[in-house]
Every structure is written in C-alpha cells, then in structure tokens.
C-alpha cells in the first residue's frame, strides 16, 4: 500500500447503495496503491468492505487450491476451511464462474453453515481472464441484504483488485 493513502473506514450506512459502492471503490483504489501482492491485498479489501458496507457479518475469500477452495483473508468469525467444488454458495459460483446472490439461505440447498446468524449471501468469482483463482464471500444476517447494486459493486471491486495484483 502507499503508506501516504490511508483510506478511512468511513461509515457509509448513511448513503445510497450506489454511493457506497464508489466510495468504497475509491477507498479501495487507494488501498491497492503499488502493491501486488494478492494476499495482501485481499486481507485489506476483506477489512474495508467489513468496516464499510453496512449490515455484514462475513466477508473474505476463499482461494481455489487444487480442485477445491481454501479460505483467505476474512473478517467475521472462524468459518470452514475447504469447500469443494459445486458445493455451497462458493463452491456454486466457483464452478459456475457466476456470481450467485442468495436472499435466503435457507433456501438455497446445499448452504454451508459457517455462522447461524447468516441469512442472506453474495459471491463473487475471481476469475483471471478465463482463470479462475478462488471466490469473494459476503455474508449478513440481514435477510435480502444484497441487490444487483451490491453485486454489480462488488464485481467491479474484485477487478480492481485483480488489475492491483497483476500490475508490474
Ligand atoms: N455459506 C458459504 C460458506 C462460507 S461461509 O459463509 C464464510 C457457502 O454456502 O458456500
């Protein structure tokens, strides 16, 4: 990171979905500043959209190792560590190369449980041109927490960090 941008963990609860997203794009642009380390970058892109989105109770990443995904740098509580393929929310998207948005949980067969108070989910693939390289996880207790606006967010956040790791 450049040590001189240090994004603050603003609270944006107060603003439109919408405005969250660029804000926390903006925040995170200047997080992955001349770094490219992917683990780096993935522990402070898990911390800021934690302290930033409103109502999350996870968000991380789980890296594809093998033919299976393995967990990354999170927030939230400990959470299992392997999945594999075409299981679960992750594992779903994973294979698919989709993201998958979930308004209910308990809905969705197949859920693994991490934390019992999750009830709605957003994942989205990590894909390297056709590569995939693992999943970003977002978990609330909120039922219905996530829109398009959410995941349309997000998926422009996960290039931006892609674009930081693959920069030389
Ligand atoms: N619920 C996820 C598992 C990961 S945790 O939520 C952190 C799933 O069904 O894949």
Do not use: K
């Not at 925040?27 to 993935?42: C, P, S, V, W, Y």
């Amino acid at each position: 990171m450049n040590s001189s941008v240090v994004p603050l963990a603003a609270d944006s609860s107060s603003l439109a979905p919408a405005a969250q997203h660029a804000e926390l794009q903006r925040a995170l642009a200047g997080l992955l500043a001349g770094e490219t380390d992917l683990i780096a970058n993935a522990a402070n892109f898990a911390a800021l959209v934690y302290t930033t989105l409103p109502g999350l109770n996870w968000a991380g990443f789980y890296f594809l190792r093998g033919n299976e995904l393995v967990l990354g740098p999170f927030q939230g509580r400990p959470a299992c560590v392997r999945i594999a393929m075409g299981r679960g929310v992750c594992g779903t998207a994973a294979a698919r190369r989709v993201s998958v948005l979930v308004a209910d949980v308990h809905e969705f067969p197949g859920h693994i449980v991490c934390d019992t108070a999750s009830r709605s989910e957003l994942v989205v693939p990590l894909l390297d041109g056709g590569r995939l390289i693992g999943v970003l996880d977002l978990d609330s207790p909120v039922p219905a927490r996530f829109t398009a606006v959410d995941q349309a967010g997000m998926e422009a956040a996960v290039r931006l960090l892609l674009e930081a790791c693959q920069a030389r």
